[in-house]
């Protein structure tokens, strides 16, 4: 007997998990649906994809204004990294594409922030290393944004390196 499955039928069954646990792409979703996996039943790309149609597109794009706004965020978990972050600007969302995105601008706060307890500000100015910590700072605010942001709304977040409190910067 062969038992055929219709994509209907299986975002009904996502809807439907979303409806009994919350729509969030989180632990209790990727081991369910088996997403970390080598054989996994759906992607995330796929998982996005149904949770903006079931939370729908505007709901999804308010939550995640709302929770991009909620100023400052605090990274605290990444490897011996401790500072704070803002986005200080939303532009360009896509959400009728393939992958559903939004451009945002970033702002650290550096001077008060520590790596293994160096100053941020100086662990970044440091000729030898400088570069490393850059890339980490900038691998952490996506790890944060991916677990805080697009698990609950399906929106990819895109931004630039971030710029540096200590720094000089325009955003215009």
Excluded: C
């Amino acid at each position: 007997m062969k038992l055929i499955i219709t994509e209907s039928h299986f975002k009904n069954t996502i809807f439907k998990f979303f409806d009994k646990f919350g729509g969030e792409i989180d632990t209790l979703f990727i081991d369910n649906f088996r997403v970390d996996r080598n054989d996994p039943i759906v992607n995330y790309e796929t998982a996005y994809k149904y949770l903006i149609e079931w939370r729908g597109e505007e709901e999804s794009k308010e939550l995640a204004k709302t929770l991009l706004l909620q100023n400052p965020h605090h990274i605290d978990e990444y490897g011996g990294y401790n500072f704070f972050f803002e986005v200080v600007g939303i532009s360009d969302w896509y959400l009728n594409i393939s992958e559903p995105n939004v451009v945002v601008k970033v702002k650290v706060d550096d001077l008060a922030g520590t790596v293994n307890n160096i100053s941020l500000e100086d662990a970044l100015d440091n000729d030898e290393y400088g570069w490393e910590i850059d890339d980490e700072v900038n691998w952490g605010i996506d790890e944060y944004l991916k677990k805080n942001i697009t698990s609950k709304t399906g929106i990819k977040i895109i931004f630039d390196r971030p710029k540096y409190a200590s720094r000089i910067f325009n955003f215009n």
